[in-house]
């Protein structure tokens, strides 16, 4: 017949609270921890042992949690404190001190509390903390979505991998996640602690960003006839699991023109920081002229939402009605910078918190029919940023411009075009010429909810038309609702626009419907 196990009980004689613990230093812990506690003058009553069982008889005492403390010498120094001082409410001293050594890594600090006697009726105490070892992130573990590229793992191992573990850098590895263009954190990253080794687990699930992008335009074109318009842009990203795109975009603007524009990009080649793009764009004016471009580039992440890149250009150009007088034949090619930078937003609605974007171009270019080389410069540059005001209420800022620099008469076919539903409203899509131009947007928006909003815009801007000698000052209002369909992002917008000293039409109004659809 085997033995009956030895019962040990606690009994508080001030409570009657009795509690049972499985041996004897565990009774011991037990009275220890209530010195630890500010029960500094525990004594011990009586103990009472009967066959299998024993009763301890205890009185904790008062609780003091005032206190005169004494920081023992490497508490002192760790924290860079006075080594004596007043407090209240020790028990939140005691969680203070134990917060700062988590934040100096030490993950698993005691603070042991030692009585030293009463001083003026108040206890004072020394307060000691037995470290744990310093903990430092030695990794990242995907779960879920695990086909990232190689460098995603290895930017983050180069951000924090040897950093101090504490709640800092956990906010900061959080945070770089957030809002990221191709993963999500579907829980926060959580911790696996080793005898040698502290591991972040990251739960990453693939965000859906191929997209479809599709807006129809009605106005009227510059002969004043009722016409249609319409742009479709279609994103494919992700697929291969590599942060890869490939973007189609088409559009018709009332004026017979007709935009194509084809880009693949590949951010991380070779396991390393360094992208690559490609862009083609052909741009025909009906059948008067037509452009080709090809723009290859090389860039380099310094994250993922800052890169700077190196760019080639190759145009050609071709004038196809020999009636056409405003435009000739060229061909041009030339190298530039560029930098983008994109922080997204956690209003989905607004797709993105700010971007900002800046070219500059050195270029070459050759008129075959005058035989003629010429030297110019071409920049741009573009910023966006959404500004919370209060509540429900933002504005959107915004501020584009370019300029096309040579020292010849340049031709229409090779003047930059702007205008239209990604840029100065109220004017048909790219009907504006210029070899210089600028504008500012100012869009209140209401938040209706996290599905929907209303905005009102007013712009302004200015272009330099050196070829029809125009220097028009031109504005543009309107106002619009964006709100969330089963299908995806469905935006209304009604826009007019004029130069200054012009009467408003109500015929040069334009009316715009999109849907923008991720799969």
Excluded: C
């Amino acid at each position: 017949m085997n033995a009956q196990q030895k019962e040990f009980w606690l009994v508080d004689v001030r409570t009657n609270e009795r509690k049972v613990v499985k041996d004897s230093l565990s009774a011991v812990r037990f009275l220890d921890s209530l010195s630890q506690n500010n029960y500094f003058f525990t004594e011990l009553k009586n103990i009472k042992s009967e066959a299998n069982r024993t009763e301890i008889y205890y009185d904790k005492g008062l609780n003091y949690n005032q206190a005169h403390v004494k920081l023992s010498d490497t508490v002192a120094t760790d924290l860079k404190s006075t080594r004596g001082f007043y407090t209240k409410n020790l028990d939140s001293t005691r969680k203070d001190i134990n917060r700062k050594y988590i934040d100096l890594g030490y993950s698993f600090s005691r603070v042991k509390t030692r009585y030293l006697g009463m001083k003026g009726g108040v206890p004072e105490v020394e307060l000691a903390v037995n470290k744990s070892q310093q903990r430092k992130i030695d990794g990242f573990v995907l779960k879920g979505y695990d086909k990232v590229p190689k460098r995603f793992i290895k930017n983050l191992e180069k951000e924090f991998k040897s950093k101090r573990y504490d709640d800092k850098n956990l906010l900061a590895i959080n945070r770089s996640l957030q809002n990221h263009p191709f993963v999500t954190l579907e829980r926060p990253p959580q911790t696996l602690f080793t005898k040698d080794s502290t591991n972040i687990y990251l739960f990453l699930q693939k965000k859906k960003v191929n997209s479809f992008d599709g807006m129809l335009g009605f106005g009227n074109d510059k002969t004043d006839k009722f016409s249609f318009n319409g742009t479709v842009n279609v994103n494919f990203r992700n697929i291969f699991n590599g942060f890869e795109s490939i973007s189609l975009y088409w559009q018709r603007n009332p004026d017979k023109g007709q935009t194509f524009d084809l880009k693949t990009d590949i951010p991380y080649l070779f396991q390393s920081n360094v992208g690559a793009s490609v862009n083609m764009n052909i741009f025909r004016q009906d059948s008067t002229f037509a452009n080709v471009k090809m723009l290859p580039a090389v860039y380099y992440n310094f994250s993922n939402r800052q890169k700077i890149g190196l760019r080639g250009t190759f145009e050609t150009s071709t004038v196809l009605d020999s009636l056409y007088t405003q435009g000739t034949d060229y061909s041009r090619k030339g190298i530039g910078l560029w930098y983008d930078y994109s922080a997204p937003t956690e209003i989905e609605l607004f797709l993105q918190q700010t971007r900002i974007r800046a070219e500059a171009d050195m270029l070459s270019t050759n008129y075959s029919r005058e035989d003629i080389d010429a030297s110019q410069m071409r920049y741009f540059i573009s910023a966006e940023h959404n500004l919370h005001i209060r509540g429900n209420n933002y504005l959107n800022l915004k501020g584009e411009s370019a300029l096309l620099s040579s020292k010849n008469e340049l031709t229409t076919n090779e003047l930059l075009r702007f205008g239209g539903w990604n840029s100065l409203r109220g004017f048909n899509e790219d009907a504006l010429f210029a070899d210089f131009y600028f504008f500012g947007a100012a869009e209140y928006r209401y938040l209706v909810s996290n599905q929907a909003f209303f905005d009102v815009f007013l712009q302004y801007g200015q272009l330099n038309n050196k070829v029809a000698n125009l220097k028009p000052k031109l504005y543009s209002f309107g106002l619009g609702f964006n709100f969330f369909l089963p299908i995806g992002l469905m935006s209304f917008q009604i826009s007019n626009g004029n130069e200054f000293g012009n009467e408003i039409k109500f015929g040069d109004t334009k009316i715009h419907w999109g849907v923008l659809t991720r799969f």
